[in-house]
């Protein structure tokens, strides 16, 4: 195995088999559509997608054969249309059900189930009552979603045969380990916790996105909820600056992912990999798509086309 980027020389009529790890990270992983949309413009054939969050969203998107809809529909969403699609749950266990965005996706993709998938597909999501990984690989595909990006906090656990399952980033955020049996060329992993990147804005929080939209009348009921949830848990100090509950918990929650995914990395490496940095956008930034998208790209050609000027 190839612990090294190296250059991989392509002639046109060749195609290298390959299995997809596609990470969790939020709107960041909005670059999981640029890097895919490289890799077959650039004639790699994914055979495997292992994702988790965000991850296993887009792979379970590209292995439906809806990509270019998800892309279209996401490019269009603006910072009002995040707000409406995120419905409060109003309980201790989930500040939202995330119903809504489900709904929405299940509209405009329709009915998949993982078997059915022209390639292999695994949702990983976690058990976290017995802290270990769950591998979705078979059922409805966008059951298999709704568990994998359960982020805690946002959205409420998904029961799985009696099992209550959340984000699969908690436990691993680059799930290689489901293609290790894979019977392909090498394995791209795509990282979204990577070093930060001091040359970025640092991005938005859930906060300022509700600010930005709160002379609305329906989004003003929900930020009024969203920001007094905030103010409540606040986090006081003599010395500026004052940071509220929900960033350092988002902070906290990226600079765990991001130590969890150099160990797994470490410990079972890629052949390549792909690495965005972890303040590339706010984790519900999606009205940042595009600019996403290109990065990925980007970061794509960058990690592994010949020519590197």
């Not at 090498?186 to 916790?193: I, Q, R």
């Amino acid at each position: 195995m190839v612990t090294e980027n190296h250059v991989l020389e392509i002639s046109p009529e060749q195609k290298k088999c390959i299995s997809l790890v596609l990470g969790s990270g939020g709107a960041r992983g909005l670059a999981h559509i640029g890097i895919i949309k490289w890799l077959v413009e650039n004639n790699y054939q994914i055979k495997s997608i292992s994702g988790c969050s965000i991850g296993a969203l887009i792979g379970g998107v590209f292995a439906a054969g809806k990509l270019d809809e998800f892309e279209q529909w996401v490019c269009g969403l603006s910072k009002l249309d995040i707000i409406s699609l995120l419905d409060l749950s109003w309980s201790t266990s989930g500040l939202l059900r995330g119903d809504k965005i489900i709904d929405t996706l299940f509209k405009l993709l329709g009915d998949q189930t993982i078997e059915a998938l022209p390639l292999q597909f695994t949702a990983v999501a976690a058990d976290i009552k017995n802290e270990k990984e769950v591998w979705i690989n078979s059922g409805c595909l966008f059951d298999a979603i709704r568990a994998s990006i359960s982020l805690p906090l946002f959205f409420t656990p998904v029961e799985r045969k009696g099992v209550q399952l959340i984000d699969g980033g908690v436990l691993n955020p680059v799930p290689i380990a489901p293609t290790f049996s894979d019977n392909t060329d090498f394995t791209v992993a795509v990282n979204l916790g990577g070093v930060i990147d001091l040359d970025r804005v640092e991005p938005d929080t859930l906060i300022d996105v509700v600010d930005s939209i709160e002379d609305l009348p329906l989004q003003q009921k929900i930020g009024h909820y969203i920001k007094q949830f905030g103010d409540n848990l606040a986090l006081t100090s003599s010395k500026p600056p004052t940071w509220k509950a929900y960033d350092v918990a988002d902070q906290a929650f990226d600079a765990m992912q991001s130590t969890i995914a150099r160990l797994k990395l470490a410990a079972y490496p890629a052949d390549y990999n792909i690495v965005i940095p972890r303040n590339a956008c706010g984790t519900l930034e999606f009205d940042r798509a595009k600019e996403m998208i290109a990065l990925g790209y980007q970061s794509a050609h960058k990690a592994l086309h010949l020519d590197t000027i």
